[in-house]
């Protein structure tokens, strides 16, 4: 008995020093509202967030994949405070990509140009 008694201090430390991931239903889709509202001519969006750490998100836009290199990279850089802030709680996203895709209206495609945010980069330049 008294083995348990021992046991149950550390357990009762180890399972409230864990954090809790946030759910990220609410954030996906309060991203993707802000991206059809940024970007009028977009299409598709599609945000995923994988294991609390990454978030991918998809633009599919003919005008964008064809625009000139300083343009997605402009709009990539814009998203990168936009995600930090929507995403504030519950996560610890470390990076995300950016894709952009010619295929306004398939899941599945087949041209596409991605770039990648460091948002733990960004995260240090803000505070």
Known sequence: MKKYALLLPVLLLSVS???EAGDNTLGMKQ???TLY???PTVN????EVVENSDVN??????ALYAAPEEKRKQI???????????????????K???????????LQATDSIV?????DSLKKATK
């Open 31 to 33: 991203m993707e509202e």
């Open 76 to 94: 990539v850089s814009e998203l990168g405070p936009i995600i930090i802030q929507i995403f504030d709680k519950g996560n610890w996203l470390s």
């Open 17 to 19: 020093a864990c954090k």
């Open 115 to 119: 770039y990648t945010i460091n948002l």
């Open 57 to 62: 998100i998809t633009l599919g836009d003919k």
């Open 44 to 47: 598709r969006v599609s945000v």
């Open 96 to 106: 995300g990509h950016v894709v952009f895709v010619k295929e306004e209206t398939t």
């Open 37 to 39: 509202k940024r970007y």
